[in-house]
């Protein structure tokens, strides 16, 4: 019995699929791209960008307070998501501000939706 996911034959149509294939980025124009996803594959992560999208700017102790987490952790995963693309920061005196990105705002869009209240 063959697998329910797999075609019984080869029934390739080539010029369909070489069209595609063509038309694929580059496995390296895609990397960030994966890197970005896989930041919020992290429950904590989502939640942060999640409020961030709620809160539109937020200080990390804001954050660390909306999600249930410490400082440092939220500072932590905070810095990941900046690595990704994901958020921008800047200073206002003694406070870091943090924000989504455009990117980080589509793929928290993606990822949540409407699904996630409360």
């Known amino acids: 019995m063959s697998e329910p996911d797999a075609c019984d034959l080869l029934c390739l149509d080539l010029p369909h699929a070489e ?14 791209l994966a890197a970005a996803a896989r930041a919020l594959g992290d429950p904590t ?5 999640t409020a961030l999208r709620a809160g539109e700017e937020l200080c990390v102790c804001d954050v660390g307070w909306v999600v249930g987490q410490a400082q440092g952790l939220v500072s932590h995963h905070l810095r990941l998501l900046k690595a990704a693309g994901l958020v921008e920061s ?4 003694r406070l870091v501000m ?3 990105t455009s990117r980080g705002a589509l793929l928290v869009e993606a990822v949540v939706g ?3 209240h409360g």
Do not use: H, K, N, S
């Not at 595609?20 to 895609?30: C, F, S």
């Not at 992560?45 to 960008?49: D, E």
């Open 114 to 116: 409407e699904q996630v």
């Open 45 to 49: 992560r989502l939640r942060i960008a």
């Open 19 to 32: 069209r595609i294939r063509t038309e694929l980025p580059d496995v390296r124009a895609v990397e960030p």
């Open 90 to 93: 800047r200073r206002d005196g």
């Open 98 to 100: 943090y924000r989504l």
